[in-house]
């Protein structure tokens, strides 16, 4: 079996890479440079180009049996709409016309940002509204882009839509959501954010992934999350694991505005959003909790506890020296 992976650099399509290499799978990535040092070492075949290039998508299709697509332009921020959309959005038209050519059948991995918002007490399912979540480009983007596969499902495209939780755990190169491991780390902050989220292991959602090309159950979409727990909950883990000084604290509302407010106007000043803005504040301000029930009935899927996935991130990031 052959399977081209989309984003095999980042922290999801890595994991994956290794898992299908494990079970024996032919596996072909899409990237922007050869010498990512996050594939060295891996039998795998590469082709040069991105999402946004159809004709370097297309020739990375061919002969292909399935089309994981895990590349994505990730930012929460009111910055990069344009980018995210050419992404997200127009690469994700490009990979599904050459799956269509190809023949293939589709994975599109979004994120449960993209789904309607659950609350602390009653956690967000496949099938919640639309709404509730903060509407910078990096939401509207993935939530296009699963309308456009969803579209193509049924004009004859094979695929099944995952949205993953937060995930954490090793071959985090970038990093993306270690990123936040370290910070915590690194930066005594005695203030956590006021919401939560829902901790994944990225080896659980890989092999989530992989059991859907074994098994093709009936469903069409799929939440692989995990335990859901506020920040500061999360945070203190993180630093009980890291041996760093936990959170005090969650932060209340105005202190949210007024270091939201300060991060947008510091991306005025020097014409760069960074991880601190407005819209990640409120972001992080909710409860991202979500239920992963449908994915555990249909595929097995299981989330392994979330102070071993801190603890083996951790111990990558040391060992690959990034902490």
Known sequence: MRVLVTGATGLLGNNLVRLLLESGRTVR????????????????????GSVEDPVAVARACEN??????????????WTG???????????????????????????????????????????ATETTPAGGAIECGYVTSKRLAEQLVARAMQEGLSATIVNP???????D???????????????????????GCSVCDVRDVAHGILTLIDRRPAEKQFILAGENMTYLDLWTRICRTTGSRPPIMRAGPFMCVIVGTFGDLRARWTGRENDVNSA??????????YDSRRAEQALGYRSRPVDKSIRDA????????YA
């Open 173 to 195: 190169w970038k990093p993306s959501s270690g990123k936040m491991l370290l910070q915590v780390h690194h930066r005594f902050t005695p203030f956590a954010p006021r919401g």
């Open 81 to 123: 709409r344009d980018r995210q959309l050419a992404v997200n959005v127009q690469g994700t038209r490009n990979i599904v016309d050459a799956a269509l050519a190809a023949k293939a059948r589709m994975i599109h991995v979004s994120t449960v940002n993209a789904l309607g918002l659950g609350t602390a007490t009653e956690p």
């Open 280 to 289: 990640s504040l409120q972001m992080s301000s909710q409860f991202h909790y």
């Open 314 to 321: 951790w111990n990558w990031f040391r060992e690959y020296g």
């Open 29 to 48: 990535a899409l990237v922007r440079r050869q010498d990512d040092r996050s594939l060295s070492g891996l039998d795998i075949r590469t082709t040069l």
């Open 165 to 171: 939780g937060f995930v954490l755990g090793p071959w």
């Open 64 to 77: 292909v049996d399935w089309v994981v697509h895990a590349a994505g332009d990730v930012h929460i921020g």
